[in-house]
Structure formats: C-alpha cells, structure tokens
C-alpha cells in the first residue's frame, strides 16, 4: 500500500493541535478498517468526485469531540464504554472532519469538499467499504490527545 508522505505525521498533527487547542501525538500504525470504524467522513472535488476519505475508531470519535468543546474527558470515556456517541460529541465530529479537509488539500490537484459523514451507528455503504480498501493510497495512525485519550484514524487518498 502507498504511504502518504514523510511530513504527513507532522501535518496531521499540527492539524489536529490547532483543531483541539491540545497536545497531540501520532505514530504510524492505526489498524483500522472500514468495517470497523465508528466514523468515516468522505471528501470530494468540484465535480463530485470522491477523493479521499477519514476514519476515526470510537475512542477517537469521542476524544477529538470532547477536546473540541472542552467537554470533561470522563463524557468522552463514558461514550466508549457506552458503544455510543451523544448527539453533542456527534456535531462536534462534524465540525472536527470538516476542518480536517486540510489534511487532503495539500495533496488534491483540485479543492476538496466534505460531502458525507457516518457516524455509528450508521453503516458505511458497502460499495464505499469496497472502494477504501482497494485504494494503493492509505495509512494509518495512532493518536494521543492530551488529557483525553488514545485512538485510531485511517487516512485515504482515492
């Protein structure tokens, strides 16, 4: 599988710092897929092309929402020991894949657009499934929000 480049732990932490307002580190790993993601967000370009892609496990979807609004880490570790997302963590993911397009731009010949968000306990749509994990163009990662907690991303250019 193709790596996203060199800098890209570098850009995605710097995102992701300025996102949050926290500290954060990241390490190449994230074993994530998109059967068992808890959230995905799909990005397009100015035709309506899909692009590229963003998965978050649960522990992720709730940290990142949490340290967005300042919301208590306990809200966050109580949403994964529920299985589940509150509606405000679950806006909050929103804000937090729609600014995340920057991780994509730099690469894309063409401006990138958020299009679709699926949050669990919505499905990926199974063609989608198909399309992520054929692309040549994925990597995953480990990240740590401080004060929060640790999670997984998987980040794909189609």
Known sequence: ???FSAS?????TETFEIILGKD???KEGGDITPNDCCSAAIYVDNDGKMQA???FDLPLSAYTSAALSMINADVANDAVQEGALSNNLKENLYEIFNISVALF???AQTGIRIKDVHISPEKIPAPLISMLEKSPAQSGYDMSIDSY???KLRLYFL
């Open 8 to 12: 890209s732990t570098e850009k995605i």
């Open 53 to 55: 892609a963003c998965l």
């Open 105 to 107: 731009n730099e690469r």
């Open 1 to 3: 599988m193709a790596k």
């Open 149 to 151: 907690g640790n999670g």
């Open 24 to 26: 954060v580190e990241i």
